[in-house]
Each structure stands twice: as C-alpha cells, then as structure tokens.
C-alpha cells in the first residue's frame, strides 16, 4: 500500500488531472494524502522586486481557500487529506516536504510549456522527475 500521497496543487487544469487520477486508484483512499501548494515569489525577489504586503496576503489567501476547497471535496469522498500551504521554488518545496515527512509518492500534473520556455524556465515535474528520491507520478491532462 502507498502510505502518504503528495499531490502537487496550484488551481490549474493540471492539477486537478493529477487530483482527478490519483482518485482512480483504489489504494489511495487508505492512504494519507497531502495536497501541497506553493506560492511562489522566487523569481521576482531573484529580481530584487518587493511584494507589498497587501497583495503578498491577497494572494495567500486565495490559495488558502482554493486548498481547502480540493481538501473539502477529498475529505467528503473519504479520503484522509490534508491541505499544506508552502512558499518558495515548487520543485525544491515539494521534494523537501516529501522527505521530511517520508512521503511514498507525489503525483503532479504536467504542463504543456514550449521546448524554448522548458529550455528557459524548466518544469516543475521535470525537476521532480529528475532530482526527487521518492518516485513520482506525472499526469497529462
């Protein structure tokens, strides 16, 4: 059995694929399923840009409520989901919360990015893939 579920989150498509096709397979509903979301600011402090606050709290908060909302309907089909709010480079976030809380496989979504943007930007499930010790399950819409 797959003991903890990390399933990367952020609102898109995507993301909710990855949601919708974990819930496929049977064994997850015993599992702990973590849903983690990343709000990401890296590259615009990278840039030296400050976040005012009020939009710094905006922005957390919409995510806040769109987490609980996936953890809501997970928990209402039986599934023992928790939601977790993290900040920084979703990649390195959701590899260090896998590993420190000894997480048996994240699932994410992929994302239809150009070869030049990939070339540029990178992937977050690309990263996972290629950099995470826990196995890793990526899901096309």
Request: charged share 30%; net charge negative.
């Amino acid at each position: 059995m797959i003991g903890k579920i990390v399933v990367g989150y952020d609102g898109s498509e995507h993301s909710r694929a990855a949601i919708d096709f974990f819930r496929k397979i049977d064994e997850t509903k015993a599992s702990e399923v973590h849903i983690v979301m990343v709000i990401d600011f890296t590259s615009l402090y990278s840039y030296g840009v400050d976040i005012p606050q009020t939009i710094y709290d905006s922005i957390r908060t919409k995510d806040e409520e769109s987490l609980e909302e996936e953890v809501r309907k997970l928990k209402s089909e039986g599934y023992n989901a928790k939601g977790v709010l993290l900040e920084g480079s979703p990649a390195d976030a959701i590899m260090e919360y896998s590993n420190k809380n000894g997480v048996d496989l994240i699932v994410v979504g992929s994302r239809g990015l150009s070869s030049f943007k990939s070339l540029l930007l990178g992937s977050v499930s690309a990263k996972l893939v290629h950099e995470s010790k826990t196995p890793v399950l990526v899901v096309k819409k």
